[in-house]
């Protein structure tokens, strides 16, 4: 069974920095890609970055603020997330894929207040 844990989430004030953590369990198959969605209050879920052999891709929200790297023998997908602002408020999601699959992780808070 494949199970996605996220951790690193939490409260942070305006302009701080958070590094959110992701690893993927269990598939007999490789994950091609792999990336972080966020859905803040009221809001719809949406894309913030992904990760794939052919390269990144960021929300332009996020561009120059958030890096998503991994590691590919722990099967982990990171997300840096620096001078981060109130409206980055979200509970953020990691999602992984293999050729015939898409899996989601329950999901972290990051709260950006002071």
């Known amino acids: 069974q494949v199970q996605l844990v996220e951790s690193g989430g939490g409260l942070v004030q305006p302009g701080g920095s958070l590094r959110l953590s992701c690893a993927a369990s269990?598939?007999?198959?490789?994950?091609?890609?792999m990336g972080w969605y966020r859905q803040g209050p009221g809001k719809e879920r949406e894309l913030a970055a992904t990760?794939?052999?052919?390269?990144?891709n960021y929300a332009d929200s996020v561009k120059g603020r958030f890096t998503i790297s991994r590691d590919n023998a722990k099967n982990t997908v990171y997300l840096q997330m620096n001078s981060l602002k109130p409206e980055d408020t979200a509970v953020y999601y990691c999602?992984?894929?293999?050729?015939?699959?898409?899996?989601w992780g329950q999901g972290t808070q990051v709260t950006v207040s002071s």
């Open positions: 999602r992984a894929r293999t050729m015939t699959n898409t899996y």
């Open positions: 269990g598939s007999r198959f490789s994950f091609i890609n």
């Open positions: 990760i794939s052999g052919g390269g990144t």
